[in-house]
C-alpha cells in the first residue's frame, strides 16, 4: 500500500469501521468524540466519587464536592496532553511515510541532474569549440577590416 493512500480522507465514516486492512486511519477523525467521552466519563466519575463520599458522611461530601473541579480539571488537562500525544505519534508517522518515499525521489533527481550535468558538458564544449574557431579566423577577420565594417554598418541603418 502507498502511503499516499493511507493518507487521502475517505468521504465517510462508516464504511471506513468495516475496513479490516486498517488502510485509511479513523483515529484523528474520531478524537474529538474521544476527548468528549473522556472528559464526560471524567465528570460522572469525579462527581460520582464526591456523591459517593456524601454516603459516608456531610463534610467527606463537601470535602470532596470543594476538590472535584479541581480533580476534574486536572484529569481533563492530563487526557488533553494523551490526545495531544497521539496526534503528535501521527503527525511524525505521517512525515516517517513521506520520507519513506524520499530515496526514489532523490534517485529520480539524481537521474535528471546527471542529464542536466551531460547537456551543459555539451554545451560547454560547443562553445569551446566555437571560441576556438574565432580565435583562429580572428586574425583573417581583423586583417579585412570586417568587424569595424559590420560595426560601422550596424550603428547607421538609416544611411544605406
Known sequence: ???DQRLQRPPSLVPNLADWRFEHYLTMRLLPLFYLL????????????????FWISTPIGL??????????????????AALE?????????????????LPEQVRDLSYRVDGIT???DRLTDNVQDIHQD??????????????ARLLAFLKTPGDR
Open 1 to 3: 500500500m502507498e502511503p
Open 38 to 53: 473522556l472528559v464526560a466519563g471524567a465528570a460522572v466519575a469525579v462527581f460520582g466519587i464526591a456523591a459517593a463520599c
Open 63 to 80: 470535602i470532596a464536592l470543594a476538590v472535584s473541579p479541581l480533580l476534574l480539571l486536572v484529569i481533563v488537562a492530563v487526557v488533553r
Open 85 to 101: 500525544y497521539l496526534i503528535m505519534a501521527h503527525r511524525i508517522m505521517r512525515i516517517i511515510e513521506r520520507m519513506d518515499a
Open 118 to 120: 551531460r547537456q551543459v
Open 134 to 147: 574565432l580565435m583562429h579566423v580572428r586574425p583573417l577577420l581583423r586583417s579585412a577590416g570586417l568587424p
